[in-house]
Nanobody, 121 residues
Framework: VQLQASGGGLVQAGGSLRLSCAAS????????MGWFRQAPGKEREFVAS????????YYADSVKGRFTISRDNPKNTVYLDINSLKPEDTAVYYC???????????????WGQGTQVTVSS
């Protein structure tokens, strides 16, 4: 599966964005999907993940209640809805695919190219 992330941009604090990650291929439904982010000078960190069916979701404590991950398997797309944005949410956001439930980047086998989210104060 190949992944293409989009939807980033420059927003004011308190604003919202919807990130999308489109997958190619017929095996999208076989993968758990995750979103990670990496700010300048920092390590890539887990943001959210979702099970293959979309029933189970997992979030980093720092985004719980503000971010929502979802997926549309017929459309081969996973989404990340981001609300109440804060300047500290500024980062490159990556979508990724894994064969296991995980918060660890090394366990994700496919990565998108990233989309920049910049939040101004």
């Amino acid at each position: 599966v190949q992944l293409q992330a989009s939807g980033g941009g420059l927003v004011q604090a308190g604003g919202s964005l919807r990130l999308s990650c489109a997958a190619s291929g017929r095996t999208f439904g076989n993968y758990r999907m995750g979103w990670f982010r990496q700010a300048p000078g920092k390590e890539r960190e887990f943001v959210a993940s979702i099970s293959r069916s979309g029933v189970n979701t997992y979030y980093a404590d720092s985004v719980k209640g503000r971010f929502t991950i979802s997926r549309d398997n017929p459309k081969n797309t996973v989404y990340l809805d981001i609300n109440s944005l804060k300047p500290e949410d500024t980062a490159v956001y990556y979508c990724a695919a894994a064969t296991v439930v995980s918060r660890t980047p090394s366990e994700y086998v496919r990565w998108g190219q990233g989309t920049q989210v910049t939040v101004s104060s």
